[in-house]
């Protein structure tokens, strides 16, 4: 039975005091109960001492993105090892701004995520079409060259020690929600995908939906077979919001 992941991606928000509030706020109010887990992912200068303040309560640490190499003469970089010294279990790779915005390519994703492994770092890919793609009908091709980069890369034995999320770029941070039923014809895909590969490996991966999910859409979308949770920007930074999502989760379980 796979669990339901809820993670909040704060991008580049908040102050060393509010993501301090921020975290209380989501330790505090964690719905008890099984089945689900919570995970916070504040900028770099943020994560050592959320992950401090979340030691020992329900709350996972992760980061936003990390270099795809171990160590050296990279300026301004971030180190698997790094976020791992400081806490992190997860990390984000791949998430649809890295690719437009900093014009990473699906190799460098796929570095990025292999590097995450080795230092025992769970990476999140994402993966995720833009609005013209989408109408011109290429959701799926888009979704499996994405895909396959890992693959090819990493193999399907090592997306058992992952997570991925589909992330819809015309939802994010738009208000605009993917359908439950536009939402699901992806995750399905993407599962049937890796699938094809190691069914086991399909059954037990927790694919998550990220695009404008907030605590009004958020049971909708859970409930689809093939959604494990949700990556969730905006609607993290406020511990009553994220909290409204955790608890969609929680009642599902
Ligand atoms: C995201 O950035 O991963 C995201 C899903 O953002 P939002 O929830 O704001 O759409």
Same mark, same amino acid.
């Given at each position: 039975?796979?669990?339901?992941?809820?993670?909040?991606?704060?991008?580049?928000?908040?102050?060393?005091? =509010?993501?301090? #509030?921020?975290?209380?706020? !989501?330790?505090? /109010?964690?719905?008890?109960?099984?089945?689900?887990?919570?995970?916070?992912?504040?900028?770099?200068?943020?994560? $050592?001492?959320?992950?401090?303040?979340?030691? /020992?309560?329900?709350?996972?640490? @992760? +980061?936003?993105?990390?270099?795809?190499?171990?160590? @050296?003469?990279?300026?301004?970089?971030?180190?698997?090892?790094?976020?791992?010294?400081?806490?992190?279990?997860?990390?984000?790779?791949?998430?649809?701004?890295?690719?437009?915005?900093?014009?990473?390519?699906?190799?460098?994703?796929?570095?990025?995520?292999?590097?995450?492994? $080795?230092?025992?770092?769970?990476?999140?890919?994402?993966?995720?079409?833009?609005?013209?793609?989408?109408?011109? @009908?290429?959701? #799926?091709?888009? !979704?499996?060259?994405?895909?396959?980069?890992?693959?090819?890369?990493?193999?399907?034995? +090592?997306? =058992?020690? =992952?997570?991925?999320?589909?992330?819809?770029?015309?939802?994010? /941070?738009?208000?605009?929600?993917?359908?439950?039923?536009?939402?699901?014809?992806?995750?399905?895909?993407?599962?049937?995908?890796? +699938?094809?590969?190691?069914?086991?490996?399909?059954?037990?991966?927790?694919?998550?939906? /990220?695009?404008?999910?907030?605590?009004?859409?958020?049971?909708?979308?859970?409930?689809?077979?093939? !959604?494990?949770? @949700?990556?969730?920007?905006?609607?993290?930074?406020?511990?009553?919001?994220?909290?409204?999502?955790?608890?969609?989760?929680? +009642?599902?379980?």
């Amino acid at each position: 039975m796979r669990e339901f992941l809820i993670a909040g991606n704060w991008k580049m928000n908040a102050t060393s005091a =509010a993501s301090a #509030e921020l975290v209380a706020g !989501i330790i505090d /109010g964690v719905p008890s109960g099984e089945g689900f887990s919570v995970l916070v992912c504040p900028p770099f200068p943020y994560i $050592a001492a959320v992950a401090e303040q979340a030691r /020992g309560s329900a709350v996972l640490v @992760g +980061a936003q993105n990390v270099s795809e190499h171990a160590k @050296g003469a990279f300026t301004g970089e971030v180190a698997p090892s790094m976020l791992r010294d400081v806490g992190c279990e997860y990390v984000i790779v791949g998430h649809s701004e890295r690719r437009a915005i900093y014009g990473e390519t699906s190799a460098q994703v796929a570095a990025k995520f292999v590097a995450a492994q $080795a230092a025992g770092l769970t990476p999140i890919l994402c993966v995720g079409e833009t609005l013209d793609e989408r109408e011109a @009908g290429t959701t #799926e091709a888009v !979704i499996d060259e994405q895909l396959d980069a890992v693959l090819d890369v990493a193999g399907i034995d +090592a997306l =058992a020690a =992952a997570v991925i999320a589909y992330e819809p770029v015309w939802a994010i /941070g738009t208000g605009k929600t993917a359908t439950p039923e536009q939402a699901q014809d992806v995750h399905r895909h993407i599962r049937a995908r890796l +699938a094809a590969q190691n069914e086991a490996v399909a059954g037990g991966m927790r694919i998550l939906y /990220g695009g404008s999910m907030k605590g009004e859409n958020a049971a909708g979308l859970l409930g689809q077979p093939d !959604i494990d949770g @949700g990556l969730i920007g905006g609607a993290s930074l406020k511990a009553a919001d994220f909290l409204a999502i955790a608890a969609a989760a929680a +009642a599902q379980k």
